[in-house]
């Protein structure tokens, strides 16, 4: 073979460079992640290595201390924070949404909901369709935020798979959903009235939050499992600042706010409400 045709292969993520990629997403998202993690973190970052023709995973790590890429910072952090959800997760919240929706239906104000990690969009709109069914002429507004930028590029799309739709109920699916032909075959699209109701932003929920307003319900289920018991109780606290005297708070069936936030009392499962 000719000079200048080898290829350097990438050496192996080490257990020290994993301990810095463990602190790393720990700063910047308050994520705590497991030694077990080390192939993600491999398979994941090592594209990145590569992009910028690196020989080994410090190399990387020390682009990223650098500051001099903010945005490798946020791809880094995109690529590392695992994110898995589909419509309608969880059923019986979005019941209870329902119910309160219903109950809320004559009102002036907007009737506010923050996903406030709403991944690829999926809770976000599910919270959307269920307002729209039930709200009649009453105004509401759906959030949808998230620290990966690259989830909430998809969000924004609001283009799934078919597969991704199957929890949805089939009149939901008739109303809010259009379905794919041709280049776009096997897919969904959320309709174009439904998807200019929710908008994305992207927010780091382990830093202070931007102005955003109060909330009559907040869903915050499913990533408390990746915090530390102290990431817990801050992150907590900041969202639940934003949720109105009276409204709710929703986290996934597997997460508990005991010893973690008492400003909310629980009263049905992994359902809370913001007294007063």
Same mark, same amino acid.
């Given at each position: 073979?000719?000079?200048?045709?080898?290829? $350097?292969?990438?050496?192996?993520? !080490?257990?020290? &460079?994993?301990?810095?990629?463990?602190?790393?997403?720990? $700063?910047?998202?308050?994520?705590?992640?497991?030694? &077990?993690?080390?192939?993600?973190?491999?398979?994941?970052?090592?594209?990145?290595? !590569?992009?910028?023709?690196?020989?080994?995973?410090?190399?990387?790590?020390?682009?990223?201390?650098?500051? &001099?890429?903010?945005? &490798?910072?946020?791809?880094?952090?995109?690529?590392?924070?695992?994110?898995? !959800?589909?419509?309608?997760?969880?059923?019986?919240?979005?019941?209870? +949404?329902?119910?309160?929706?219903?109950?809320? %239906?004559?009102?002036?104000?907007?009737?506010?909901?923050? @996903?406030? /990690?709403?991944?690829?969009?999926?809770?976000?709109?599910?919270? /959307? *369709?269920?307002?729209?069914?039930? *709200?009649?002429?009453?105004?509401?507004?759906? +959030?949808?935020?998230?620290?990966? !930028?690259?989830?909430?590029?998809?969000?924004?799309?609001?283009?799934?798979?078919?597969?991704?739709?199957?929890?949805?109920?089939?009149?939901? +699916?008739?109303?809010?959903?259009?379905?794919?032909?041709?280049?776009?075959?096997?897919?969904?699209?959320?309709?174009?009235?439904?998807?200019?109701?929710?908008?994305? %932003?992207?927010?780091?929920?382990?830093?202070?939050?931007?102005?955003?307003?109060?909330?009559?319900?907040?869903?915050?289920?499913?990533?408390?499992?990746?915090? @530390?018991?102290?990431?817990?109780? $801050?992150?907590?606290? %900041?969202?639940?600042?934003? +949720?109105?005297?009276?409204?709710?708070?929703?986290?996934?069936?597997? $997460?508990?706010?005991?010893?973690?936030?008492?400003?909310?009392?629980?009263? @049905? @499962?992994?359902?809370? %409400?913001?007294?007063?």
């Amino acid at each position: 073979m000719a000079a200048g045709h080898f290829i $350097e292969f990438m050496r192996p993520l !080490t257990d020290k &460079e994993l301990a810095q990629f463990q602190r790393f997403i720990f $700063e910047e998202a308050g994520i705590t992640m497991s030694a &077990e993690k080390k192939a993600l973190v491999m398979g994941r970052l090592g594209k990145r290595v !590569t992009h910028f023709h690196l020989q080994n995973f410090s190399q990387y790590f020390q682009l990223l201390s650098s500051g &001099e890429h903010p945005e &490798e910072v946020q791809m880094a952090v995109d690529l590392l924070t695992t994110n898995e !959800t589909y419509f309608f997760r969880e059923i019986k919240h979005f019941d209870f +949404l329902r119910q309160q929706a219903m109950a809320e %239906r004559n009102r002036v104000e907007p009737f506010r909901v923050w @996903s406030a /990690a709403s991944s690829s969009g999926e809770e976000a709109y599910s919270i /959307a *369709m269920v307002l729209a069914d039930c *709200m009649e002429s009453t105004p509401w507004e759906v +959030l949808g935020t998230d620290i990966s !930028t690259r989830v909430l590029e998809g969000a924004a799309q609001a283009l799934y798979s078919m597969e991704r739709g199957r929890h949805i109920p089939p009149a939901y +699916l008739r109303r809010f959903c259009l379905k794919g032909s041709g280049a776009h075959e096997g897919k969904l699209l959320i309709e174009r009235n439904l998807r200019k109701r929710v908008n994305f %932003r992207h927010i780091n929920l382990n830093a202070p939050l931007p102005t955003i307003g109060q909330f009559d319900v907040i869903f915050l289920r499913n990533v408390m499992i990746y915090f @530390s018991d102290d990431t817990k109780r $801050e992150v907590v606290g %900041r969202v639940v600042s934003a +949720l109105k005297k009276g409204g709710h708070f929703f986290i996934g069936h597997s $997460e508990s706010l005991n010893n973690i936030n008492d400003s909310v009392q629980l009263v @049905s @499962s992994a359902i809370y %409400r913001r007294p007063g």
